[in-house]
Nanobody, 123 residues
Framework: QVQLVESGGGLVQAGDSLRLSCAAS????????MGWFRQAPGKERELVAA???????YYADSVKGRFTISRDNAKNTLYLQMNSLKPEDTALYYC?????????????????WGQGTQVTVSS
């Protein structure tokens, strides 16, 4: 059974930084691509960033240049470094994984999800 546990969220001010972590267990972590999603109240869940098993990355336009996704296969952990945070980044952030090696941008193809960690950015 694959388990994903996010941590690192919190309340910060605009311009601050946060690093989210996602600890994975239950299968060989390094074989599969992963992603970070977020969902703000009243909005649909959106893909923020994705990473392949080989380390290739994808970013939503809204976070390019500010967020960095990375993975440490030895620690079975996925990260999302978030810099220059804005109030519009406020959301519940989820990590997720799927059954492919590459980058997947469609949320319905992700079959394992964490419970989420809240990020709140005040102005």
């Amino acid at each position: 059974q694959v388990q994903l546990v996010e941590s690192g969220g919190g309340l910060v001010q605009a311009g601050d930084s946060l690093r989210l972590s996602c600890a994975a267990s239950g299968r060989t972590f390094g074989w599969y691509g992963m992603g970070w999603f977020r969902q703000a109240p009243g909005k649909e869940r959106e893909l923020v960033a994705a990473i392949s098993s080989g380390g290739s990355t994808y970013y939503a336009d809204s976070v390019k240049g500010r967020f960095t996704i990375s993975r440490d296969n030895a620690k079975n952990t996925l990260y999302l470094q978030m810099n220059s945070l804005k109030p519009e980044d406020t959301a519940l952030y989820y990590c997720a994984t799927h059954a492919k090696l590459g980058i997947v941008v469609v949320s319905t193809e992700y079959n394992y999800w964490g419970q989420g960690t809240q990020v709140t950015v005040s102005s």
